[in-house]
Antibody, heavy 119, light 111 residues
Framework: QVQLVQSGAEVKKPGASVKVSCKAS????????FSWVRQAPGQGLEWMGW????????NYAQNFQGRVTMTTDTSTSTAYMELRSLRSDDTAVYYCARFRITMAYIDVWGTGTTVTVSS | QSALTQPASVSGSPGQSITISCSGT?????????VSWYQQHPGKAPKLLIY???KWPSGVSDRFSGSKSGDTASLTISGLQTEDEADYYC???????????FGGGTKLTVL
């Protein structure tokens, strides 16, 4: 079945960067988009943006523009999300998800990666 | 653009029906039939329940149904079961710039 397996938990200091990976299996990688959504402790879902795995087009949420980069490696069916200049309020679970771009919905969610930002 | 507005909590008894509202604007819900709903149990990843306002993905029970009127979308859960106790999030396309907005989430308690 379709699976998105993410990299393990990270602990970072303020000002550092983190790069989370998301390996897809069980489906063809390139026809889809991949989005990233985060959830701070006890909070709701926050949209970060998406990348088109076919052509590399990206669309980042305004809150993250200039600080986030989403990429894909089609040879390994892996999506990546790098967030820079980390602050304590970036502490969250980060989810990758398979995103149906034209219909704007997520049909498969990843396993989640906990990122903790602390000095 | 602000997040979509959902009630913080709703509750119901087993067997009953409940409806969760999701209020947006003419720039998002009101302009596009691209509303989706997700269920999230504690400590788990969200799960797709409804897409394009009222369509079911494979494997989702038809006890969950979606609708839209004007700038407000709704999720109705009929025949409540204890395993329906979870957080529910609405989501809407909001145009090329913003692209997607989530609601703040609604905690469903099955009494």
């Amino acid at each position: 079945q379709v699976q998105l397996v993410q990299s393990g938990a990270e602990v970072k200091k303020p000002g550092a960067s983190v790069k989370v990976s998301c390996k897809a299996s069980g489906h063809t990688f390139t026809p889809y988009g991949f989005s990233w959504v985060r959830q701070a402790p006890g909070q709701g879902l926050e949209w970060m943006g998406w990348i088109n795995a076919h052509n590399g087009d990206t669309n980042y949420a305004q809150n993250f523009q200039g600080r986030v980069t989403m990429t894909t490696d089609t040879s390994t069916s892996t999506a990546y999300m790098e967030l820079r200049s980390l602050r304590s309020d970036d502490t969250a679970v980060y989810y990758c998800a398979r995103f149906r771009i034209t219909m704007a919905y997520i049909d498969v969610w990843g396993t989640g990666t906990t990122v903790t930002v602390s000095s | 653009q602000s997040a979509l507005t959902q009630p913080a909590s709703v509750s119901g008894s087993p067997g009953q029906s409940i409806t969760i509202s999701c209020s947006g604007t003419s720039s998002d819900i009101g302009s596009y039939n691209l509303v989706s709903w997700y269920q999230q149990h504690p400590g788990k990843a969200p799960k797709l329940l409804i897409y394009e306002v009222n369509k079911w993905p494979s494997g989702v029970s038809d006890r969950f149904s979606g609708s839209k009127s004007g700038d407000t979308a709704s999720l109705t859960i009929s025949g409540l079961q204890t395993e329906d106790e979870a957080d529910y999030y609405c989501c809407s396309y909001a145009g090329r710039t913003t692209f997607v907005l989530f609601g703040g989430g609604t905690k469903l308690t099955v009494l």
